[in-house]
């Protein structure tokens, strides 16, 4: 079974420019999530989506990020325009009985530098 | 605001010797507590979880970590290290009412065992 995918591994983009990560979950998980890790700090919730709808997005730093699920399959966080605090890894996880099993299946990180 | 801390950031053991991570919240109502591992090179994984039940909870390739619900802890341990364990472990929690999976990360603690 392929596990959560995240795209690209690695962007390095200048201040200013557009920037946007790609999550494919887990086949069948309906719950979708950012986190990120800013410079070794503790790992911070972003949003979570559930199939297409946007459950909790109280972590989503300002309105310069927006997170979409279209259909309910894959997402995508853009960050437009990148300023540099936004450098850091972008994990996207998903899970589908969290109420039973409490488990979240992380993918391997989307790392973000900004120039 | 609830948190999680982790005192030790980069602990150095040699093979075979005793592991002890502490982990410490901060809130005052009921939660679930995890300890998730990223080997290097490699995705968020759980190593354990406790729910409610017996505070001692035994996890993957021998961990364990104990909940003191006075001491508002739930630190991990293990016997004796292998080089293989060499990764950085993160305790987080989630608030028992937040059905939705969001985790609340400490600083993590990167482990480092010489062979």
């Known amino acids: 079974e392929a596990g959560v995918t995240q795209f690209p591994s690695h962007s390095v983009i200048e201040k200013g420019q557009t920037v946007t990560l790609r999550c494919d979950p887990i086949s069948g998980h309906d719950n979708l999530y950012w986190y990120r890790r800013v410079m070794g700090k503790e790992i911070k919730f972003l949003l979570h989506?559930?199939?297409?709808?946007?459950?909790?997005e109280s972590g989503m730093p300002n309105n310069r990020f927006l997170a979409e699920r279209t259909g309910g399959t894959y997402s995508t966080l853009k960050v437009q325009p990148a300023e540099l605090e936004d450098s850091g890894v972008y994990f996207c996880?998903?899970?589908?009985?969290?109420?039973?099993?409490?488990?979240?299946?992380f993918g391997e990180g989307s790392r973000l530098t900004v120039l | 605001a609830q948190s999680v801390s982790q005192h030790n950031h980069h602990v150095i053991l040699s093979e075979a010797a005793s592991l002890e991570l502490g982990c410490n919240y901060s809130y005052g109502g009921t939660v679930n507590l995890f300890w998730y591992v990223q080997y290097p090179g490699q995705h968020l994984q759980l190593l354990l979880k406790?729910?409610?039940?017996?505070?001692l909870v035994k996890g993957i390739k021998g961990f364990e970590a104990e909940f003191i619900k006075s001491k508002f802890s739930f630190n991990l341990r293990k016997p004796s290290v292998q080089w293989s364990d060499t990764a950085e472990y993160f305790c987080a929690l989630k608030e028992i009412y937040n059905q939705g999976g969001k985790l609340i990360f400490g600083q993590g603690t990167e482990l480092s065992v010489k062979p």
């Open positions: 406790y729910f409610s039940g017996d505070p």
């Open positions: 989506f559930v199939k297409e709808s946007k459950q909790d």
């Open positions: 996880a998903s899970s589908q009985d969290w109420i039973n099993t409490g488990e979240l299946f």
